[in-house]
């Protein structure tokens, strides 16, 4: 089936760093979703990418569709410790109504 | 500003017991799903649900699993004779269907199921 692999799976990082973390498939998308989970909470959503080449900004956080369509990748500018989490993408293809999850990058950011 | 909303926060249950998870989908969202997470791993698909059937379905969601949508605003998932390894969270989801904010799923805080 679709997989999603996230990359790195953990990140040890000092306050005021910059972060990177990517998903890849081999799978086409049309859809990128990037998620933040902190403990017992649910996923929130941080941005939302729909057409190959697209680069979106939320406040600190850029993210980018692949333009091979298989692949995205999520920049966390400045890092603060409240940053910390495990955030997770998500894909969708046409036709259907399944959201694949990649399997989350852990991030920890040492003050 | 709207949410997903999933009751209870923790669920402990006997092995062989039936369980249902409530969650209530954003008002206006007609596409509800159900996902599971297993401690520590990833978020995992179980089903979509749209106009009053299920639109799919992963291999996990087998028949011991079943959703229903039983008034304008409750959407469960009912596991019928939970297992050990069916102790996870579960987290509901909706979405709608306007072109704004389209293919967003907004995620409920969850449900701890821990099977005995």
């Known amino acids: 089936g679709q997989q999603l692999n996230q990359s790195p799976q953990s990140m040890f990082i000092q306050e005021g760093e910059d972060v990177s973390m990517n998903c890849t498939s081999s799978?086409?998308?049309?859809?990128w979703l990037w998620y933040k989970q902190e403990p017992g909470e649910g996923p929130v959503l941080l941005i939302a990418?729909?057409?190959?080449?697209e680069l979106t900004s939320n406040g600190r956080l850029t993210a980018q569709f692949g333009i091979t369509r298989k692949d995205s990748f999520l920049n966390i500018s400045a890092s603060i410790p409240s940053d910390v989490g495990i955030y997770f993408c998500?894909?969708?293809?046409?036709?259907?109504?399944?959201?694949?999850f990649g399997t989350g990058t852990r991030l920890k950011v040492l003050a | 500003e709207p949410e997903v909303t999933q009751t209870p926060s923790h669920q402990v249950t006997q092995m062989g017991q039936e369980v249902i998870l409530r969650c209530v989908p954003i008002?206006?969202?007609?596409?509800f799903y159900w996902y599971r997470q297993i401690l520590g791993q990833k978020v995992e698909f179980l089903v979509s649900?749209?106009?009053?059937?299920?639109?799919?379905k992963s291999e996990i969601f087998d028949d011991q699993f079943s959703v229903e949508r039983p008034d304008g605003s409750n959407f469960t998932l009912k596991i019928r004779s939970t297992k050990l390894e069916d102790s996870a969270m579960y987290f509901c989801?909706?979405?709608?269907?306007?072109?704004?904010?389209?293919?967003?799923?907004?995620f409920g805080a969850g449900t701890r199921l821990s099977v005995l």
């Open positions: 649900f749209y106009n009053n059937e299920i639109s799919e």
């Open positions: 990418l729909y057409k190959a080449g």
């Open positions: 989801a909706s979405k709608s269907q306007g072109l704004i904010g389209k293919n967003i799923q907004y």
């Open positions: 799978s086409i998308f049309n859809t």
């Open positions: 008002s206006n969202h007609l596409y």
């Open positions: 998500a894909g969708l293809t046409s036709g259907t109504y399944k959201y694949i």
